[in-house]
């Protein structure tokens, strides 16, 4: 059993930054791929970014490739997400998730255990 605690979302103008956090309890953090996704209102839940459990090989989607930076610090139990140049449209309830793929995975499927989620709204 993995339990996963979000923490760093906010309100931001454009263009600011804000650096999500997702904290992890169980001795066996490292052996999960870990994931966020996001989910603005009326819309399905959609993936952000991906990231091994080592921490070497990572994903984005296209809509944040340049942006956001998803990495881990396993001693820590710990991963984040790095979020720049922040746009109205990344506005939504961010994820954080474990997968017992070691790469993680780019759908909502393929993890199978949930934090509750941080709201982050940037505003125009």
């Known amino acids: 059993q993995v339990q996963l605690v979000e923490s760093g979302g906010g309100l931001v103008q454009a263009g600011g930054s804000l650096r999500l956090s997702c904290a992890a309890s169980g001795r066996t953090f490292s052996m999960y791929g870990m994931g966020w996704f996001r989910q603005a209102p009326g819309k399905e839940r959609e993936f952000v970014a991906r990231?091994?459990?080592?921490?070497?090989?990572?994903a984005y989607a296209g809509s944040v490739e340049g942006r956001f930076a998803i990495s881990r610090d396993n001693a820590k139990n710990t991963v984040y997400l790095e979020m720049n140049t922040l746009k109205p449209e990344d506005t939504a309830v961010y994820y954080c998730a474990a997968s017992p793929a070691r790469l993680g995975s780019v759908s909502p499927s393929g993890y199978i255990y949930w934090g509750q989620g941080t709201q982050v709204t940037v505003s125009s």
């Open positions: 990231i091994s459990d080592s921490g070497r090989t990572t």
